[in-house]
C-alpha cells in the first residue's frame, strides 16, 4: 500500500481569504465593473470612508497604489525630500526603506529589541540627541508595527515631539492592533498601510492606504497622488500616480467586515501554538504588555533553524522567514546605508534566527491541530 501523500500546509494562503468570501466578492467585482468607472470613483471613496471610520479617532483616509506608495506620499505631504534624514530599522520589509529612497531623503536604519524586534527607542533618542557626523538632518521617524505588534511608541513619541518631529506609523502587518487601547495607525503624525494580498486586511492584487487625522494633510496627499491634481488637468502641486482602483476598493470594502473577526481568529491560533510548545525546546513569541497583537505573523525564534524547518516540513508544515537579509545587508544597501551607534547588531542575528510559522484566519482546526502536533514534537 501506498503511504497516504502528506498535503503541505502552506505558511501563507490568500486564495484562502477569497474562498471565504467568494460569493460577496464576486458580486462586488461585478458591480465594480457594470459601474463603468474603474479609477477613483464611489468604491474607492466608500472604502476610504469605511476604513476611517473603523480606525475610529478622527481619522481621514486616502487610498492609494501599494504600500510602499502610502509611506512614500506621507513622507512627501509631510515635506521630507532631498537633504534630510529619516530614521526607521532594517528589520523590516525593504519597502519601508526603499519609500524613503523614493522622496529623496536619506534612511538611517536603527538595531532593534531583539524580544519585540522593533526599534530601540533608546537608539532613537540617542541619534536623535547625537545624530550620526555626515548625516542630513533627520526630519521625520518611521515606526514599524512589525509582525502585528506595537512598538514602544511611548518613548519614541516622546523623543519625536520633544523635536517637532512627525512620527510615521508603517502599519502594513498591524490592521487592527492596540497599544494601551488605541489602534495603531492612530497615534503618530500619519500611518502607512499595506493592501497586498497576504497582509491582515489584503485586496486581490496591490493596495495601499494612508490616514492621519489632520484633514488638511490628508487632502494634500490626496491631491498628490493624482498628479497634483485639486481640480481637473491643473495641478496647484507636484503629485505623482499612485490610485486605487475601483476594483480593489470593492473587494476591500468585503474584506474589511471580515478583518476584526480574522484578527480574532489569529489570535485563537496564535493561542494554540503557544500551548502546544510549552513542551518543547522553543519559547513563543514576546508579548508586549498593553499592546493587541493580530499576529500578520506568529514568529519563532531558534539557532537550528534549518534543522526545525525540515521538522516542520517533514510533517506537511510550511514555514517562512520574515525576512532572511535585513536592509543594510542587502547588495542594493549594503555599505552605502547608514546605521544608527548600535550598527544593526541584534538586527543581523535576529534575521538569521527567526521562523515563521502558518498564519491566516481560513487555517482549519484540523490544520490547527496538525501543526500543534508537530510543535510539540519540536
Ligand atoms: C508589505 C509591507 C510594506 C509594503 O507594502 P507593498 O504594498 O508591498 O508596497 C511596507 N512595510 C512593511 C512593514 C510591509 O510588511
Not at 113 to 131: G, I, K, Q
Not at 252 to 272: H, S, Y
Request: aromatic letters at 6%.
Amino acid at each position: 500500500m501506498n503511504a497516504p501523500t502528506l498535503v503541505m500546509i502552506p505558511q501563507a494562503d490568500p486564495g484562502a481569504g477569497y474562498r471565504a468570501q467568494k460569493a460577496e466578492i464576486d458580486a462586488a467585482v461585478a458591480r465594480a465593473l457594470d459601474s463603468g468607472w474603474y479609477i477613483l470613483g464611489k468604491e474607492g471613496a466608500a472604502f476610504e470612508a469605511e476604513f476611517a471610520a473603523w480606525l475610529g479617532a478622527g481619522q481621514h483616509a486616502v487610498g492609494c497604489a501599494n504600500g510602499t506608495d502610502a509611506l512614500a506620499l506621507v513622507l512627501r505631504g509631510l515635506g521630507i525630500g532631498p537633504g534630510m534624514s529619516v530614521a526607521t530599522v532594517s528589520h523590516t520589509a525593504v519597502a519601508t526603506v526603499a519609500a524613503i529612497e523614493m522622496v529623496g531623503a536619506t534612511p538611517l536604519l536603527l538595531d532593534i529589541d531583539p524580544d519585540t524586534y522593533t526599534m530601540d527607542p533608546d537608539e532613537l533618542a540617542s541619534v536623535l540627541d547625537h545624530p550620526p557626523p555626515g548625516l542630513p538632518p533627520l526630519r521625520a521617524v518611521i515606526a514599524v508595527h512589525i509582525y502585528g505588534q506595537a512598538c514602544d511608541l511611548g518613548p519614541m513619541l516622546d523623543a519625536c515631539n520633544a523635536r517637532g518631529i512627525p512620527l510615521i506609523e508603517d502599519c502594513a502587518q498591524c490592521h487592527g492592533a492596540t497599544l494601551d487601547g488605541r489602534m495603531l495607525g492612530t497615534i503618530g503624525t500619519a500611518a502607512a498601510y499595506s493592501l497586498y494580498p497576504t497582509k491582515n486586511l489584503g485586496a486581490l492584487g496591490d493596495g495601499g492606504v494612508l490616514s492621519t487625522a489632520d484633514a488638511e494633510l490628508a487632502e494634500r496627499i490626496a491631491a498628490i497622488r493624482q498628479y497634483g491634481w485639486r481640480e481637473r488637468y491643473i495641478s496647484s502641486l507636484v503629485g505623482i500616480n499612485s490610485r486605487l482602483d475601483e476594483i480593489q476598493a470593492a473587494i476591500l470594502r468585503v474584506k474589511l467586515t471580515a478583518l476584526d473577526a480574522g484578527n480574532a481568529r489569529r489570535r485563537a491560533i496564535a493561542g494554540a501554538y503557544d500551548a502546544a510548545l510549552a513542551g518543547s525546546s522553543l519559547a513563543p513569541p514576546h508579548r508586549r504588555p498593553g499592546a493587541e497583537h493580530v499576529f500578520h505573523q506568529y514568529v519563532l525564534r531558534t539557532e537550528d533553524r534549518t534543522a526545525i524547518q525540515a521538522q516542520l516540513k517533514a510533517h506537511g508544515v510550511g514555514t517562512g522567514i520574515h525576512y532572511p537579509v535585513p536592509v543594510h545587508l542587502q547588495s542594493a544597501y549594503k555599505d552605502r546605508t547608514p546605521l544608527g551607534p548600535a550598527g544593526c547588531a541584534e538586527t543581523a542575528k535576529a534575521a538569521g534566527e527567526v521562523l515563521s510559522l502558518p498564519m491566516y484566519p481560513e487555517l482549519t482546526d484540523a490544520q490547527v491541530e496538525r501543526i500543534c502536533e508537530a510543535l510539540r514534537g519540536l
